[in-house]
DNA sequence: GGAATTAGTACCGAATAGGTACTGTTTTAA
DNA sequence: TTAAAACAGTACCTATTCGGTACTAATTCC
């Protein structure tokens, strides 16, 4: 059904947490309490995130986990091919060689149409727009002062 | 790994097959053939698709499918909705009641954002533009003959 | 009435996802 | 220097889903 997984759903449901407080320092254990879901799998995505390039980790007693860049510079795009690998809906697109059909399928080279259409889709959306509890149009029609108290502007879609 | 199946692949190259010759009527037998597909999985697909009004089937002998609207008229979103159910790509967006985090979840209302952007994608992707081999920057660059070669002409991206 | 064709459903094996456990490494601080 | 807190890596198990097949109706044409 064209899901993401559980791990990636949980993932951006942990970034858009600490994204909140982007400049504090989170440990997996307080992280999973706050989130509400279960250590084991909080600390795997963590790890993760942290292989990825996404968050920095401090080991040692006071270590954990923090935001490698500023919520407004880190995409959906790049949160999901962390997680879950290169964001390509199809097979074709990575085992080139390997499809029977290449020189028959005419839909091949269509295929990163599709792609390309979804990479552009989640880029567009960055880790900072996840902390709005409102969608941009909604907040800019009601009072300004609701808008203000996120830490990251949107740009305008 | 945010992939779709493959029964949603082998469709969308069946219905880009079928689209090629709009007119005419397939039989699943000449179809799997044409396409290289296994004819059982064509099989299943087609009376997926059939059932979900994409296709129109006839039954009997000089019976088979075809497309019950215009290329141009029918679009990935579409296709992939038929073939895998309603484009959601996380789960607490349909089955609301069920998600226990609902209450503390911040990132639960931003999920539609997502799902919105990729559906808006994948609307914008119609099966008429799945039937010609080149991508339409380089159609345009190139001689204007090849691009009028196909059926339907693409909408500037 | 017989043959061709779609319709529906049930089933199975293999791959993948969700989740857990364990062992190792690094850092802080008493 | 040693113990504890935290991250790192990996291996493993179970349940679900996917890919694929088979079989039995229901229709339609000749």
Known sequence: MIRITKQTDYGIVLL???AVHAERQFNAP?????????LPMV???LKLLAREGLLISHRGVKGGYGLARRPAAISMA?????????VAITECIDEEGDCAHERL???RSNWHRIN?????ALSGIT???MTNPLLPKLVTLGRGAYAAS???RQPPL
Chains 1, 2 share one sequence.
């Open 30 to 38: 307080d992280l999973a309490a706050e989130a509400h879901l279960p």
């Open 43 to 45: 600390s795997k995505i």
């Open 78 to 86: 790049e949160i999901i091919a962390a997680l879950e690998g290169p």
């Open 116 to 120: 390309e259409a979804i990479l552009n």
């Open 16 to 18: 858009t947490h600490m």
């Open 150 to 152: 996120s830490s990251e």
């Open 127 to 129: 880790l900072a727009e």
């Open 105 to 107: 399928c005419p839909v």
